[in-house]
């Protein structure tokens, strides 16, 4: 991974972080109502991480990591660019592989 990104590899970089989010939460939300429940509140995407991890959809290793990814994407949605830090930009990008196989993983396994 290139340590030294530019302006905007780090607000492509954010962006594209802030759209894989969205997927997992879009694949917690299709197995929590496939359970038979909803989440109807304003702070719906703690709820739903946190009613995923009640339901055993997801680990708790995996909470913690998808609660951080929550708390950056909700910064760089209310954020300006410039204030994006670099250095958690790439962090995350080094752990967004084995996090994505994890919930791969737990899904595939949910499935079969």
Known sequence: IKKDIDD?????????????YG?????LTIQIKALGLDIQSNNWHKDLLNLSVQQKL???DIY???KGFLAFRHFVRHAYSFEI?????????????????????LFSTNAS
């Open 8 to 20: 905007i590899e780090t607000r492509a970089a954010a962006l594209s972080l802030v759209s894989i």
């Open 85 to 105: 830090d670099k250095n958690a930009i790439i962090n995350i990008i080094q752990k967004i592989p084995s996090l994505v196989n994890e919930v791969i993983d």
């Open 58 to 60: 997801i680990s708790p």
């Open 64 to 66: 913690q990591d998808l």
């Open 23 to 27: 997927g997992i939460e879009k694949i």
